[in-house]
C-alpha cells in the first residue's frame, strides 16, 4: 500500500500490516487471527523500522526482558518458526545475525501515515487521517518491559503526528468552505489530546461559524469544567474572548443560525502565503516553554528510550510551576529526528524559549547537556551538562529534571524583568535598542547557580 501509493507503477504487496488501532495482518487477501502475542510484537517491531536489520539480541531483549540471555533466544526461534509457518519465509529476513523485513514485502498503515503526514494537500491530509483508527496497537496488552516503553514512546509519537494531521486538515477544510468536514476533524482532534486548549478553541470557533453557536457555548463550558477538574486553571484569555464574542453574537436580534464566514484574525485563519498551514498561535503573555526532544549522541539506537524518558521527567517538573506555560509532550516531540530552528518551533507552538539539549553515554557513565534558547531571536539564555551514573537510571532521570527546573525557574523569571527594566530606555535614548539587546545578553553570560548530580554508585 504504502510504496504503491506513493510511487505509481509500483505493484502492491500481497502482505499488509494494520498497527494503527487493532492490529490485522493479512496475506493474499486473507486474514490471519490469533497469532501468539510475542509474534504480533515482533511483526510491529521490524514492521515499523523497514528496511533496518535488528539484532537478534536486541530483538529477544526487547521481548523477553525477565528471561536470561539463552532462554530469550530459543523464545526467539520458537516464535519466528511460528510467524515463518502463518506468512511465508520471505517475510522476515535472516542477515548477518540480524532480522529485518525488506522494504515493499509488507504494506504497513503506520509507514503510510507518516509518509502523507508531511502533505500540505487537502487530500492526502484527508487519507492520512482516515489510516488513523486509533492508537497504535490498539489492542496489546503488556509483553516485556523494554517492548512496553518502546510501544509507549510510539504511541505518543503518532498521537502526536495524527493531531498535527487534523489540525491541518480542519483548517484547510475550512477554507475550502466544508465547515461540517472541518468540524468532524477538529472533534477527533480533541479526543486525542483532549487537555490541550487550541484544538477546543478550533472546535469551538468552526461551530460558530457553522451557526451551531449554542453548541459552541456548550462547547466552552465542557473545556472550562474539564480545565478545572484535570488542571486546576481556567481558560485563557482567547479562549474566554471567543466565547464572548460568541454570546453577544447569539444575543443579537440579526444572529441567525445560518453558517457565517470567517472573521479577520479568527483562530482558523490561514496564512495565505503557505497553503493549508495553519496560522502559529499567539505567544502568551506569560512565560512559556517547549522542551525539545533531546539527541541521542550516544551512537547506540537503544538509549533513545532513556532519553525520552528523561526528556518526559524535565517536562512533568517544569509543569509544577504554576506561573510557566509548558507545551505537551505530544507537541514538542513532532519535532523528533527533524533539524528545525528553534524560532520556526517558537512561532509554530506559540512559546517564548525552547530547552534542547543531547545525551551522551560512555561505559557507565552518561552525560546530559541541556540549553535554554529564546525562542524569539534564537540567542542561547544558558547552557548546562549534568554526570552521573546509569547504575540507577530512574534516580539520575529525577535528578536531572529537578536540577533543571531549579535553574530554568529563576532565569526566566529574570528575562521578563530584565527586558522591562532596560526596554524603557529604547524610547528615550539615541542608540537605545542596541544597548538594550547587549545589556540582555550580558545578562545571561552570569553564570547561574550549579545544581551537581551525584549519582550513587554501587558498593563494592
Known sequence: MSAAVLRPGIAL?????????????????????QLPRKADALLALLALQPGRPIARETVADFLWTD???????????????????????????AEANCLVIPPGTLAVDAIEFEARAASTDRDVLAKAAALYRGELLEN?????????????????????????????????????????????????????????EDSHRLLIELLARAGRRAEALRRFDVVAELLKR?????????????????????????????????????????????????RPPPVPDKPSIAVLPFQNMSGDPEQEYFVDGMVEEIIT????????????????????????????????????????????????????????????????????????????????????????????????QAAPMIRRRTARRVLISPGGLSKWRATTRASWRMPPKRWPILARTSAP
Request: proline share 4%; glycine share 6%.
Open 13 to 33: 504487496p500481497k502482505s499488509e500490516l494494520r498497527l494503527l488501532g487493532h492490529l490485522l495482518l493479512a496475506i493474499d487477501g486473507h486474514e490471519l487471527h
Open 140 to 196: 496489546c496488552r503488556p509483553v516485556a518491559p523494554r517492548f512496553d516503553d518502546w510501544l509507549a514512546v510510539e504511541r505518543s509519537r503518532f498521537a502526536a503526528l495524527a493531531a498535527t494531521i487534523l489540525r491541518r486538515l480542519a483548517a484547510a477544510c475550512a477554507v475550502a468552505g466544508e465547515i461540517e468536514t472541518a468540524i468532524a476533524a477538529a472533534m477527533r482532534l480533541v479526543t486525542i489530546d483532549n487537555l490541550r
Open 67 to 93: 528471561r536470561g540471555p539463552e532462554q530469550a533466544r530459543h523464545s526467539l526461534r520458537q516464535t519466528l518458526l511460528v510467524l515463518r509457518r502463518s506468512v511465508g519465509n520471505d517475510l522476515i529476513l
Open 317 to 412: 517538573a517544569l509543569s509544577r510551576i504554576r506561573w510557566l506555560l509548558v507545551i505537551a509532550r505530544n507537541s514538542s516531540f513532532t519535532y523528533k529526528g527533524q533539524a528545525v530552528d528553534v524560532r520556526q518551533v517558537g512561532r509554530e507552538l506559540g512559546v517564548r524559549y525552547v530547552l534542547e539539549g543531547s545525551v551522551r553515554k560512555a561505559g557507565n557513565r552518561v552525560r546530559i547537556s541541556a540549553q535554554l534558547i529564546d525562542a524569539g531571536s534564537g540567542a542561547h539564555l544558558w547552557a548546562d551538562r549534568f554526570d552521573g551514573s546509569l547504575e540507577e537510571i530512574f534516580e539520575l532521570q529525577d535528578r536531572v529534571a529537578s536540577s533543571v527546573a531549579g535553574v530554568i525557574e529563576p532565569a526566566l
Open 230 to 278: 484535570e488542571l486546576g486553571v481556567r481558560p485563557d484569555d482567547e479562549t474566554a474572548a471567543l466565547a464572548r464574542r460568541i454570546r453577544m453574537e447569539s444575543s443579537t436580534p440579526a444572529a441567525t443560525d445560518r453558517p457565517e464566514p470567517a472573521a479577520p484574525g479568527a483562530a482558523i485563519a490561514i496564512d495565505k502565503t503557505l497553503p493549508h498551514a495553519v
